[in-house]
């Protein structure tokens, strides 16, 4: 059989178009220095876990300086390392690590904000209203007779409005917390900062970035500044309401020519550092930021966001596949990740639940069997790892790691919590520190101080260790379906004929993919060879519910 590994050598440009990158979550993936949070240390030492695994490649969410009031996502110095999590020597030597053990770096840089410590806002506040410090980020004068309404009525993701006032009298512009002023794009010294902070990582051998907010930057800041009123909803859940380019602050046009500028600096790179855009908007204009002049990738939410049903996920997957070789691009998949509910919970909620309202903090939160959850998450990766482009892995999953809902609300960390008035979580509860050792204090995360968000009593039985050596472990299943999913090969997908809710497909070189989601058992096809399945087959040989096989014709 031919090898259909990725090339992932310095020589090939295109190594992330077919990679498993698996997101590192700094905080709480493992603490070396037992302070009770994670470091870069800690990841170093732990990345035999990711070669192990197979991947081909380590996203690491900020580790910059931060006050932490977004996690890590409010930057105070885009070129530095937080003391508590190391030093630019530990970065460095965590980037020979990495290469050493063939894994790619991705880092994960944050343009549309910055922290409210930042020199540069500090500066602002300083300097008073007309100055140019003012002017690198969105600064206005109040409605109202004395200025005392916010300028526009735009809404912070994280709830309430977007503008903060200063003693002053001005007002500053913030899409997520207070502690995140908006930077102005339209400001050259703003663009020329981030050129540097490009090639800053680049120059240390970083091979890629993940861009934070992408459809964020470009804002429409002409006066008088333009209510979104009746569309009204707080973040991009309106795009599909308003003509595509309109929104005054998400998707905008001229946000694209930001990624073309950002080209060139990756292109001059050997090979060229690849990019994907975090961007929450509808598919097709999602793929504009994959174009292969500007990010190359972006994330696809559609296919996260799809309920665990065979029509839907059918659609999704067709339409991914289609926008993203309209743009030139390749696909993406992610089920996982930092801002949402893990998917081995998630897949198992009521159908019409949105799953943020599900950590509703009244503690209505419907209970989720976790042996269906782990069953269904089983299925779910496979389908995901069969798949035709780049599998984007969350920390925790490959160890089928629920979400972890009933986090008390006096150690909530997420700005959310604050900004709905404790009506929502928020996120802390897919961010719970690993469990790495069963035995070990803190499950292995470190050895000294509690970990920074408390671990739940079972979280020792879902530790590596005791995963590592047993075959039918979450672990063995990734593990064993990173090291096949070469044989799918980079080709198109063909979709087979299937009965309600069976979902079937063939990719090159006769390996196929079978998901079942429906109740009745699905026959798998005539004449193949079973090369690995999610969960045993019935007596008859036959594909129960909640179970993906990949087979050989
Ligand atoms: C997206 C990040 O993934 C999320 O964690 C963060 O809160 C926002 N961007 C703001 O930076």
Redesign the pocket.
């Known amino acids: 059989m031919a090898d259909l590994s990725p090339d992932l050598s310095p020589r090939n440009p295109d190594w992330w178009r077919q990679a498993v990158i698996y997101q590192v979550y700094p905080r709480s993936f493992a603490d070396a220095d037992g302070d009770g949070l994670g470091d870069l240390k800690g990841i170093a030492q732990r990345l035999d876990h990711l070669a192990a695994l197979g991947v081909d490649a380590v996203w690491l969410?900020p580790f910059y300086p931060s006050e932490l009031a977004?996690?890590?996502?409010?930057v105070i110095d885009p070129r530095g390392v937080d003391d508590r999590l190391g030093t630019l020597d530990d970065f460095d030597a965590l980037v020979a690590e990495a290469h050493r053990l063939g894994l790619k770096v991705i880092v994960?840089i944050?343009p549309?904000?910055t922290s409210h410590l930042h020199p540069w806002f500090q500066e602002a506040l300083r300097a008073g209203p007309g100055s140019a410090a003012r002017e690198r980020y969105v600064f206005r004068r109040g409605r109202g007779a004395h200025g005392e309404l916010p300028p526009s009525d735009w809404q912070s993701?994280?709830g309430g409005s977007a503008w903060r006032r200063v003693p002053d009298g001005e007002w500053y512009l913030h899409?997520?917390?207070p502690e995140?002023p908006d930077l102005n794009w339209d400001n050259e010294e703003v663009r020329a900062d981030f050129r540097t902070t490009l090639r800053f990582w680049s120059d240390r051998g970083v091979d890629g970035f993940r861009v934070?907010?992408a459809h964020g930057l470009a804002k429409d800041l002409t006066e008088p500044l333009r209510d979104v009123g009746d569309i009204g909803a707080t973040g991009e859940d309106a795009l599909p309401l308003v003509p595509p380019g309109s929104h005054p602050y998400w998707d905008r046009d001229e946000v694209h020519e930001i990624y073309r500028d950002w080209r060139k600096i990756f292109d001059a790179y050997r090979p060229p550092r690849m990019a994907v855009a975090?961007a929450w908007v509808p598919g097709a204009r999602r793929a504009l930021y994959a174009r292969p002049d500007e990010l190359g990738q972006a994330f696809n939410f559609e296919y996260l966001e799809a309920r665990w049903d065979a029509e839907e996920l059918r659609d999704v997957i067709t339409g991914s596949l289609a926008t993203a070789r309209a743009a030139g691009a390749s696909a993406t998949w992610v089920l996982s990740?930092?801002?949402v509910v893990r998917h081995a919970s998630r897949l198992m909620l009521p159908p019409g639940t949105d799953p943020a309202a599900w950590l509703l903090a009244d503690g209505r939160a419907p209970a989720v069997d976790p042996a269906a959850g782990l069953r269904r998450a089983r299925a779910a990766t496979l389908l995901m790892l069969a798949l035709p482009g780049s599998a984007y892995l969350y920390q925790g999953e490959e160890l089928g790691l629920p979400e972890v809902a009933d986090l008390p609300v006096e150690v909530l960390q997420d700005?959310i919590w604050e900004q709905t008035g404790h009506v929502r979580k928020g996120?802390d509860g897919c961010r719970v520190p690993l469990p790495w050792t069963a035995g070990l204090p803190h499950a292995g995360f470190g050895a000294r101080e509690e970990p920074w968000l408390p671990q739940p009593a079972g979280w020792p039985s879902y530790a590596v260790d005791r995963q590592r050596s047993d075959p039918d472990s979450m672990l063995s299943l990734y593990r064993t379906a990173i090291a096949l999913r070469p044989r799918f090969g980079d080709g198109p997908l063909t979709w087979l004929p299937a009965p309600d809710g069976v979902l079937a497909f063939s990719r090159a070189d006769g390996a196929l993919c079978v998901v079942n989601l429906a109740a009745t058992p699905a026959d798998l096809p005539a004449r193949s060879r079973l090369l690995l399945s999610s969960g045993p087959l019935d007596d008859a040989g036959r594909l129960p519910q909640d179970t993906a096989a990949w087979l050989h014709a």
């Not at 977004?70 to 409010?74: A, E």
């Open positions: 969410s977004d996690g890590g996502y409010d994960d944050v549309n904000h993701v994280f899409l997520f917390a995140q934070d907010v975090e990740n930092h801002d700005p996120r």
